[in-house]
């Protein structure tokens, strides 16, 4: 069995654990919902909603969503970023599986379709996507990292999300603050605008972990790469993106 293959297994089994802890911290804020509205419809005027953490699906949730995360990050040791990245889509097919026993939601032909989509996607990425994933020294990504057209592209990626989040922030406050704006352009946009912001901070946060697992293999290896500045940086610029990305997802 080859390495990529055991990376896309341990990557469907992590964005399935990260979609189930998804559903039950909905259904954690849910719950606590519910009970602050039966308390409310009952007179209770001095009922003081609980935390939702001291609801246990939503500690559970916490725990698989977590749970998942560490598996992703530990599959970009042994398949393609680009492979693994396409993978994450599976939490879509899983969603409804999860959506309709967890919060009894009902799936509607739409997404039925859209999820065939999403499946016949996947067989065909995995049967015919890049199954290569090279290990890299601290230096040869360095001098990746540092190539002009690597930060020719951050730097119109930094521009990309700072001009989508002001229009996203100036649209939510336009909308806020006139009810005639309702049905205006800005309702179209928004969702746009959020998507471009999340997926480009959530591209990077992917390509730090992809770096992080990296020297992580590396270092299993025994060639020790904790010396290594770089592998500091990408720590730290992965856990900025992904601090900042996991509130959107």
Same mark, same amino acid.
């Given at each position: 069995m080859g390495d990529w293959v055991?990376?896309?297994?341990?990557?469907?089994?992590?964005?399935?654990?990260?979609?189930?802890?998804?559903?039950?911290?909905?259904?954690?804020? @849910?719950?606590?919902?519910?009970?602050?509205?039966?308390?409310?419809?009952?007179?209770? @005027?001095?009922?003081?909603?609980?935390?939702?953490?001291?609801?246990?699906?939503?500690?559970?949730?916490?725990?698989?969503?977590?749970?998942?995360?560490?598996?992703?990050?530990?599959?970009?040791?042994?398949?393609a970023q680009s492979l693994l990245a396409a993978l994450g889509s599976i939490q879509f097919v899983s969603n409804i599986a999860f959506a309709y026993f967890v919060l009894n939601k009902t799936i509607s032909v739409k997404v039925m379709v859209a999820t065939t989509f999403i499946v016949f996607g996947n067989i065909f990425l995995v049967s015919f996507g890049n199954h290569q994933s090279p290990v890299y020294t601290p230096e040869q990504l360095v001098a990746k990292y540092s190539n002009l057209v690597f930060v020719l592209y951050c730097m119109s990626l930094v521009f990309v999300v700072a001009f989508n989040q002001y229009l996203y922030r100036s649209g939510e406050t336009i909308i806020s603050d006139s009810a005639k704006h309702t049905g205006s352009h800005w309702r179209t946009l928004l969702p746009f605008s959020y998507a471009i912001v999340s997926g480009a901070i959530g591209s990077c946060s992917v390509l730090f972990a992809k770096s992080l697992s990296n020297m992580l293999r590396l270092t299993m290896s025994s060639r020790y790469q904790f010396h290594s500045w770089f592998t500091y940086s990408m720590l730290l610029l992965f856990l900025f993106t992904a601090g900042f990305w996991l509130p959107l997802s």
């Open positions: 055991i990376g896309a297994l341990i990557n469907i089994v992590g964005s399935v654990a990260i979609n189930f802890g998804t559903n039950l911290l909905k259904l954690g804020h @849910d719950q606590r919902e519910k009970l602050s509205t039966t308390n409310n419809n009952q007179g209770n @005027d001095k009922f003081v909603p609980k935390s939702v953490m001291h609801f246990q699906t939503w500690r559970i949730g916490i725990l698989f969503f977590a749970a998942g995360n560490c598996l992703n990050f530990m599959s970009f040791a042994y398949a």
